[in-house]
DNA sequence: TTGTAGGCGTTATCAA
DNA sequence: TTGATAACGCCTACAA
């Protein structure tokens, strides 16, 4: 383990001297900064990221808290999700923890709680916003910086990059009624998740705008997976009056509807239209190819990571970056393409 | 910001006393030890983590490195893996640290070399095995704990979990041929990818089994993606004689290929039969349902942690455990049902 | 331009 | 059983 001290008496100066040399101190001699600056390369220098914390009282870490619910779960949105915040993470040197838990449980207060009490962390990233999130109000009172993906509140005061699916559920709904479609059925999530809150208003928005009545029997909650996508449009599809159209939450309960419709001997495209929302690779290579709202979730990622830091350095604490983005409606197959 | 000294304070007793009633030492009298904890949790008191780490030396830290190429990825098996480190992580007191940096680039190395340098971590998790891997050679040279998820060589020496593989592509292969499949295509990865090693030795063996001699042009190396799965399997299908059965060296690979198989016109488990590996949520979902190989990820995952934590506190530094699961083959409509 | 000295919050050693 | 004291490695007023 080399540290300062080993630089500094290989070079025959204070310790103080090589520290402001590499930090980049404009009262060192030239000179003495190149030596220090090759020395300590060469020795393999790095600054104990423990002490420099202990001392500048900060850590240059970020952390985020993946929605795990009962452990299990396997949503590529996420895997893409913390790539971009890895790489964002990396490209500002900083660190990323990770840590999961149950949405509400105790658990995951105890993490939030535990990385702000023995400061661990710098800031938040917060995803799956939930509505009256307890994360937000904890943090805005603790002082402690975040970024959210969506909002928790309609007229949200926190930062936040929201992509506006509203917007893109009410073009996914016109786009099915201009193919003629007046039966569309929504799956959704649980009603205090922010998404769902937005997605389910576009949904109804979007009849709205096409003349359709809005028919209360068409709407089921689900969650979020694919499993969960699957069970209610089995129970769609049970009904006397079947939906001829099905709008998933998310990709992943599209792709259960899909499932449950290939079971019920109907062909996706034709005999029904079934679409969903991210745009997700997945969404892709499902037969058929899966219409879907895209949103840009690696850039997405990568942008909160740079509002955060921008905040936890400081700037621009006046206003809270509002970020709206649309999504793209791709047109595939699974709508009759 | 509250710390040793304050609750010491408010108890009139000395730093020494109360860290030592909190760490659980046995040389403060009970009533004491009450005291303090009480007053500890009342005041919200968590040991300043930088702190407790330059002091002692350790991090209590893991990290993994997410092999994410090119920034973009969707791959729910790192989902699944990642919430397996997490919660395993978290339940034996340990913080995840979490990067991404493509395989073999720069900046994988100064991911890894940073954080031994700067000693934030105590160890590592490897997953995505190479051949010849320069992490285990490192890694060992240096004497910092890892575990892998896999193995570099076939007689590697570091502590790992693998799932063997290659009994169960020779398990696939001889369901395939069981059920009367002769022309069987197999789809793997770039051959200095260790699981490529492993896969593509079952597949042979299983045809040897079958007493199907083995075909060079029905082998093609995929890159463990939907996309270079489809591109693959779109290759295999413009063969002169194209193959009656595609295996794909995990599920993303297949699902690319049963894609590819419908734009050929072809139903998977009639026209022909596609198989995959890993188990994932995705492949249970698929159209039709994909025949595919499980392997436990976020149990695994889970397991890797302990076996990391194990290492770092000291324990059975005599021997390096090795622990081989077997896959479960899960037969579905894709092959035949 | 360089060096000295003190402290960030904990833990560990030793003495009381 | 408790307390004074000295590190851990780094940063930064302040002095030289």
């Known amino acids: 383990m080399v540290q300062l001290r080993d630089v500094a008496r290989r ?6 001297t090589v520290s402001r040399a590499l930090d980049g101190y404009d009262d060192v001699a030239e ?3 190149t030596r220090v600056v090759r020395a300590a390369r060469q020795m393999g220098y790095t600054p104990r990221r423990a002490a420099r914390q202990l001392r500048r009282q900060r850590a240059d870490v970020i952390g985020y808290v993946l ?13 893409e999700f913390i790539a971009g915040l890895g790489d964002g993470a990396v490209a500002l040197g900083f660190d990323l923890l990770v840590s999961t838990a149950a949405p509400k449980s105790a658990a995951e207060r105890q993490i939030y709680c535990r990385w702000i009490q023995s400061s661990v962390v710098d800031g938040f990233i917060l995803s799956r916003m939930r509505v009256g999130d307890w994360r937000v109000i904890h943090l805005a009172r603790e002082g402690i910086p975040f970024v959210a993906h969506g909002r928790a509140q309609p007229r949200a005061m926190h930062p936040y990059i929201e992509v506006d699916s509203r917007a893109g559920f009410a073009q996914l ?3 099915l009624a201009g193919r003629g479609f007046r039966r569309i059925a929504y799956v959704g999530a649980s009603p205090d998740i922010a998404l769902q809150v937005e997605r389910s208003a576009g949904y109804r928005e979007g009849l709205e705008a096409a003349g359709i009545p809005f028919d209360d029997s068409l709407v089921l909650e689900g969650d979020l997976t694919r499993q969960g996508g699957y069970s209610a449009a089995l129970r769609l599809l049970a009904l006397p009056e079947p939906p001829t159209a099905i709008v998933g939450a998310n990709d992943l309960t599209a792709i259960g509807a899909l499932r449950a419709a290939r079971e019920k001997g109907l062909t996706a495209g034709r005999d029904i239209a079934i679409a969903g929302y991210d ?8 037969q058929p190819p899966l219409t879907t709202l895209q949103q840009p979730i690696y850039e997405t990622a990568r942008s909160l990571v740079h509002m955060l830091v921008a905040r936890i350095g400081g700037e621009g ?3 809270d970056p509002h970020v709206v983005l649309q999504p793209r409606l791709i047109i595939r197959e699974s709508t009759g393409g």
């Open 11 to 16: 070079l025959k100066l204070s310790i103080t």
């Open 31 to 33: 000179a003495t900064r």
């Open 317 to 319: 604490s006046l206003e």
């Open 67 to 79: 929605p795990a619910s009962e452990g299990h779960f396997a949503d590529s949105f996420f895997a």
């Open 173 to 175: 709904v016109a786009h």
């Open 279 to 286: 745009g997700t690779e997945e969404s892709a290579h499902t």
